[in-house]
């Protein structure tokens, strides 16, 4: 099963607006990452969060980690039309077979001109 | 190599058929993973190698499934007698560390008719 669950599935917003979308997973974690997604290939890495931190920041994206409630969010303010995607995020457990990083279903954003 | 670096792009293939994907890492990274992609899902986790050796094969959907890496670089994944529900896109990455940030490669469509 997977260990990443995304809300919401789908986001469409205006050019400008800001952009939130969850994350919520089972086991402790050693770290969370955020992935996007054009076209259904390659996934680039956006922004990794430790377990024992609150929140990073890196350029227009926010990160947040809640770990007492095994989530987190990713924010993107001023969005562009550039950022249509579809974003992932992922964990790498610290229990059983650490190291393994796994994947939630993705939000699709789509960020209208 | 730049970027990790997955052969063929495009696979076309009759059922019963097997088929070898080729996964180059990026040199001098340790963790290498696999995972299958169907068309508007997310990232379905089928296996990982820390070096040659394989700690979790628990993503593998059947015996049809297998992969090995060899001098702690190239990884092949091959897939026996194939199926129609084995099209997928199928997304090789690679990491410095275990469970670090993941660099992915375009990936291989499969389409099995």
């Known amino acids: 099963s997977q260990q990443g669950e995304e809300d919401p599935q789908a986001l469409s917003i205006q050019e400008g607006e800001n952009a939130t979308m969850n994350c919520s997973y089972k086991t402790s974690i050693n770290n969370l990452q955020w992935y996007r997604q054009n076209s259904g290939r390659g996934l680039v890495h956006l922004i990794l969060i430790r377990s024992n931190e609150r929140e990073k920041h890196s350029g227009r994206l926010r990160v947040t980690l809640d770990t007492s409630k095994k989530s987190s969010s990713l924010l993107i303010t001023a969005s562009r039309a550039a950022d249509t995607a579809s974003y992932f995020c992922?964990?790498?457990?610290?229990?059983?077979?650490?190291?393994?990083?796994?994947f939630g279903q993705g939000t699709t954003l789509q960020v209208k001109p | 190599g730049a970027g990790v670096s997955q052969s063929p792009s495009n696979k076309v293939t009759e059922k019963g058929k097997d088929v070898e994907l080729r996964c180059d890492p990026i040199?001098?990274?340790?963790?290498l993973y696999w995972y299958r992609q169907s068309l508007g899902q997310g990232l379905e986790f089928l296996i990982y190698?820390?070096?040659?050796?394989?700690?979790?094969k628990s993503g593998l959907p059947s015996d049809r499934f297998s992969a090995e890496r060899t001098g702690g670089s190239v990884s092949t994944l091959t897939i026996q007698r194939t199926q129609q529900e084995d099209s997928a896109v199928y997304l090789c990455?690679?990491?410095?560390?275990?469970?670090?940030?993941?660099?992915f490669g375009q990936g291989t469509r499969l389409t099995v008719v």
């Open positions: 990455a690679s990491s410095l560390l275990q469970g670090a940030e993941a660099f």
């Open positions: 040199s001098g990274h340790t963790a």
């Open positions: 190698f820390q070096g040659n050796s394989a700690p979790d």
């Open positions: 992922a964990t790498d457990s610290n229990s059983g077979n650490t190291g393994k990083l796994i």
